[in-house]
Protein backbone atom coordinates (compact mmCIF):
# COMPACT_ATOMS: atom_id res chain seq x y z
CA UNK A 1 0.00 0.00 0.00
CA UNK A 2 0.69 3.36 -0.05
CA UNK A 3 3.31 4.65 2.51
CA UNK A 4 4.95 8.00 4.20
CA UNK A 5 8.65 7.39 5.25
CA UNK A 6 10.21 9.92 7.75
CA UNK A 7 13.95 10.43 8.36
CA UNK A 8 15.45 10.89 10.99
CA UNK A 9 13.26 8.92 13.64
CA UNK A 10 15.21 10.91 16.41
CA UNK A 11 16.89 14.58 15.73
CA UNK A 12 18.96 15.81 18.79
CA UNK A 13 20.45 19.33 17.99
CA UNK A 14 21.89 22.26 19.70
CA UNK A 15 19.84 25.55 20.50
CA UNK A 16 20.81 27.63 17.53
CA UNK A 17 21.54 25.02 15.06
CA UNK A 18 18.85 24.12 12.36
CA UNK A 19 17.01 20.55 12.14
CA UNK A 20 16.00 19.62 8.85
CA UNK A 21 13.21 16.12 8.71
CA UNK A 22 12.49 14.24 5.20
CA UNK A 23 9.80 12.57 4.02
CA UNK A 24 9.53 10.67 1.20
CA UNK A 25 5.84 9.79 -0.40
CA UNK A 26 4.88 6.92 -2.45
CA UNK A 27 1.31 8.01 -3.63
CA UNK A 28 1.44 10.31 -6.72
CA UNK A 29 -1.65 11.62 -6.79
CA UNK A 30 -0.54 13.57 -3.38
CA UNK A 31 -0.99 17.19 -3.44
CA UNK A 32 -1.35 18.67 0.05
CA UNK A 33 1.69 17.91 2.37
CA UNK A 34 0.91 19.02 6.00
CA UNK A 35 3.79 19.15 8.79
CA UNK A 36 2.18 18.74 12.50
CA UNK A 37 4.15 19.43 15.81
CA UNK A 38 3.02 17.46 18.99
CA UNK A 39 4.42 18.26 22.53
CA UNK A 40 4.97 15.54 25.04
CA UNK A 41 1.70 14.70 26.02
CA UNK A 42 -0.66 17.24 24.19
CA UNK A 43 -2.46 17.41 21.11
CA UNK A 44 -1.24 18.15 17.07
CA UNK A 45 -1.05 20.84 15.96
CA UNK A 46 -0.29 22.35 12.44
CA UNK A 47 2.65 24.22 11.87
CA UNK A 48 3.30 24.45 7.95
CA UNK A 49 1.80 22.72 4.88
CA UNK A 50 2.16 22.96 1.17
CA UNK A 51 0.58 22.25 -1.83
CA UNK A 52 1.97 20.70 -5.11
CA UNK A 53 2.01 23.66 -6.97
CA UNK A 54 4.17 25.66 -4.65
CA UNK A 55 8.17 24.27 -3.91
CA UNK A 56 8.85 26.11 -1.08
CA UNK A 57 7.20 27.71 1.55
CA UNK A 58 8.31 29.93 4.73
CA UNK A 59 7.16 31.14 7.99
CA UNK A 60 9.54 32.86 10.26
CA UNK A 61 12.07 29.86 11.43
CA UNK A 62 9.94 27.25 9.67
CA UNK A 63 10.49 26.69 6.04
CA UNK A 64 9.18 23.34 4.08
CA UNK A 65 10.52 22.27 0.35
CA UNK A 66 9.03 19.85 -2.04
CA UNK A 67 10.07 17.65 -4.96
CA UNK A 68 7.52 16.26 -6.99
CA UNK A 69 9.60 14.91 -9.30
CA UNK A 70 11.51 12.77 -6.56
CA UNK A 71 8.23 12.39 -4.28
CA UNK A 72 9.86 13.84 -0.74
CA UNK A 73 9.76 17.00 0.87
CA UNK A 74 11.63 18.46 3.86
CA UNK A 75 10.95 20.38 6.92
CA UNK A 76 13.11 23.39 7.83
CA UNK A 77 13.92 24.71 11.19
CA UNK A 78 16.22 27.50 11.92
CA UNK A 79 17.55 29.13 15.00
CA UNK A 80 16.32 26.13 16.79
CA UNK A 81 14.61 27.08 20.62
CA UNK A 82 14.34 24.64 23.32
CA UNK A 83 10.58 25.02 22.79
CA UNK A 84 10.47 23.45 19.43
CA UNK A 85 11.63 20.04 21.35
CA UNK A 86 8.79 18.15 19.92
CA UNK A 87 8.04 15.04 17.81
CA UNK A 88 7.03 16.31 13.84
CA UNK A 89 4.74 14.58 11.59
CA UNK A 90 4.59 14.88 7.96
CA UNK A 91 1.89 13.76 5.92
CA UNK A 92 0.58 13.52 2.57
CA UNK A 93 -3.24 13.27 1.25
CA UNK A 94 -5.10 14.52 -1.74
CA UNK A 95 -6.03 18.36 -1.95
CA UNK A 96 -9.55 17.86 -2.27
CA UNK A 97 -10.23 14.40 -0.94
CA UNK A 98 -8.60 13.20 2.59
CA UNK A 99 -9.73 9.14 2.52
CA UNK A 100 -5.99 8.52 1.69
CA UNK A 101 -3.97 11.09 4.41
CA UNK A 102 -1.34 9.13 5.24
CA UNK A 103 0.86 10.55 7.95
CA UNK A 104 5.11 9.43 8.76
CA UNK A 105 5.91 7.90 11.65
CA UNK A 106 7.11 10.72 13.17
CA UNK A 107 10.46 12.27 14.45
CA UNK A 108 11.56 13.36 17.91
CA UNK A 109 13.52 16.54 17.96
CA UNK A 110 15.52 17.50 21.19
CA UNK A 111 17.01 20.99 20.76
CA UNK A 112 20.01 20.99 24.04
CA UNK A 113 19.92 24.08 25.80
CA UNK B 1 -7.19 25.25 24.32
CA UNK B 2 -9.03 24.34 21.21
CA UNK B 3 -12.58 24.41 22.37
CA UNK B 4 -12.81 20.79 21.20
CA UNK B 5 -13.39 18.84 24.13
CA UNK B 6 -13.50 14.70 24.42
CA UNK B 7 -14.73 12.43 27.14
CA UNK B 8 -13.64 10.54 28.91
CA UNK B 9 -9.59 11.75 29.25
CA UNK B 10 -8.81 8.11 30.40
CA UNK B 11 -10.28 4.64 29.61
CA UNK B 12 -9.64 1.22 30.79
CA UNK B 13 -11.41 -2.00 29.59
CA UNK B 14 -11.09 -5.41 28.96
CA UNK B 15 -10.62 -7.63 25.60
CA UNK B 16 -13.85 -8.07 24.16
CA UNK B 17 -15.66 -4.96 25.35
CA UNK B 18 -17.23 -1.92 24.06
CA UNK B 19 -16.39 1.51 24.14
CA UNK B 20 -17.63 4.74 23.53
CA UNK B 21 -15.40 7.79 22.84
CA UNK B 22 -17.24 11.24 22.75
CA UNK B 23 -16.16 14.52 21.11
CA UNK B 24 -17.58 17.75 20.52
CA UNK B 25 -16.36 20.16 18.10
CA UNK B 26 -15.50 24.06 18.50
CA UNK B 27 -18.59 26.37 18.19
CA UNK B 28 -19.72 26.59 14.49
CA UNK B 29 -17.81 23.65 13.60
CA UNK B 30 -19.59 21.48 11.44
CA UNK B 31 -16.90 18.73 10.77
CA UNK B 32 -15.50 16.28 13.08
CA UNK B 33 -12.59 13.85 12.15
CA UNK B 34 -11.09 10.93 14.08
CA UNK B 35 -7.80 9.73 14.83
CA UNK B 36 -5.65 7.10 16.03
CA UNK B 37 -2.40 6.99 17.65
CA UNK B 38 -0.76 4.17 18.64
CA UNK B 39 2.87 3.15 19.18
CA UNK B 40 2.69 0.48 16.91
CA UNK B 41 0.75 2.45 13.54
CA UNK B 42 1.95 5.86 14.29
CA UNK B 43 -0.79 8.41 13.53
CA UNK B 44 -3.94 7.24 11.46
CA UNK B 45 -7.02 8.75 9.76
CA UNK B 46 -9.98 7.13 10.71
CA UNK B 47 -13.54 8.92 9.83
CA UNK B 48 -14.78 12.52 9.10
CA UNK B 49 -18.05 13.36 9.90
CA UNK B 50 -19.91 16.83 8.06
CA UNK B 51 -23.08 17.70 9.66
CA UNK B 52 -23.98 14.55 9.72
CA UNK B 53 -22.80 12.70 7.25
CA UNK B 54 -20.18 10.72 7.18
CA UNK B 55 -17.65 12.49 4.21
CA UNK B 56 -14.20 10.88 4.28
CA UNK B 57 -12.94 7.10 5.57
CA UNK B 58 -9.77 6.12 6.63
CA UNK B 59 -8.31 2.92 7.99
CA UNK B 60 -11.20 2.27 10.11
CA UNK B 61 -11.79 -1.24 11.31
CA UNK B 62 -14.77 -2.71 10.83
CA UNK B 63 -14.97 -3.39 14.65
CA UNK B 64 -15.20 0.62 15.01
CA UNK B 65 -18.14 2.88 13.86
CA UNK B 66 -18.58 6.16 14.63
CA UNK B 67 -21.54 8.86 13.99
CA UNK B 68 -22.59 12.77 14.28
CA UNK B 69 -25.83 14.01 15.86
CA UNK B 70 -28.33 16.58 15.37
CA UNK B 71 -26.25 18.95 18.06
CA UNK B 72 -22.75 17.99 15.59
CA UNK B 73 -21.66 16.22 18.72
CA UNK B 74 -19.85 12.28 17.28
CA UNK B 75 -19.54 9.52 19.29
CA UNK B 76 -16.63 6.79 18.12
CA UNK B 77 -18.30 3.44 18.79
CA UNK B 78 -14.97 1.02 19.63
CA UNK B 79 -16.30 -3.03 19.68
CA UNK B 80 -14.62 -6.66 20.51
CA UNK B 81 -11.56 -4.44 21.67
CA UNK B 82 -8.33 -6.31 21.13
CA UNK B 83 -5.05 -5.19 23.19
CA UNK B 84 -3.84 -3.66 19.45
CA UNK B 85 -6.37 -1.12 19.94
CA UNK B 86 -5.01 0.39 22.71
CA UNK B 87 -3.92 3.90 21.96
CA UNK B 88 -4.72 8.03 22.17
CA UNK B 89 -7.64 8.62 19.93
CA UNK B 90 -7.96 11.87 19.32
CA UNK B 91 -10.54 14.06 17.38
CA UNK B 92 -10.58 17.41 15.55
CA UNK B 93 -13.22 19.57 13.90
CA UNK B 94 -13.32 22.20 11.23
CA UNK B 95 -15.67 24.82 10.04
CA UNK B 96 -16.23 23.19 6.23
CA UNK B 97 -16.95 20.28 4.77
CA UNK B 98 -13.35 19.79 2.56
CA UNK B 99 -9.94 18.41 4.07
CA UNK B 100 -7.30 20.63 4.89
CA UNK B 101 -5.63 22.83 3.67
CA UNK B 102 -9.22 24.35 2.74
CA UNK B 103 -10.35 23.86 6.43
CA UNK B 104 -7.91 24.15 9.56
CA UNK B 105 -8.31 21.38 12.03
CA UNK B 106 -8.51 21.84 15.64
CA UNK B 107 -7.46 18.81 17.56
CA UNK B 108 -8.90 17.73 21.14
CA UNK B 109 -7.16 16.56 23.80
CA UNK B 110 -7.25 12.72 23.11
CA UNK B 111 -9.03 9.79 24.75
CA UNK B 112 -6.42 7.61 25.64
CA UNK B 113 -7.73 3.73 25.98
CA UNK B 114 -6.16 1.30 27.37
CA UNK B 115 -7.08 -2.11 26.88
CA UNK B 116 -6.15 -4.95 28.98
Known amino acids: GENVEQHPSTLSVQEGDSAVIKCTYS??????FPWYKQELGKRPQLIID?????GEKKDQRIAVTLNKTAKHFSLHITETQPEDSAVYFC????????????FGPGTSLSVIP | DSGVTQTPKHLITATGQRVTLRCSPR?????VYWYQQSLDQGLQFLIQ???????AKGNILERFSAQQFPDLHSELNLSSLELGDSALYFC???????????????FGPGTRLTVL
Open chain 1, 50 to 54: IRSNV
Open chain 2, 49 to 55: YYNGEER
Open chain 2, 92 to 106: ASSVGEGPPPYNEQF
Open chain 1, 91 to 102: AASGETSYDKVI
Open chain 1, 27 to 32: DSASNY
Open chain 2, 27 to 31: SGDLS
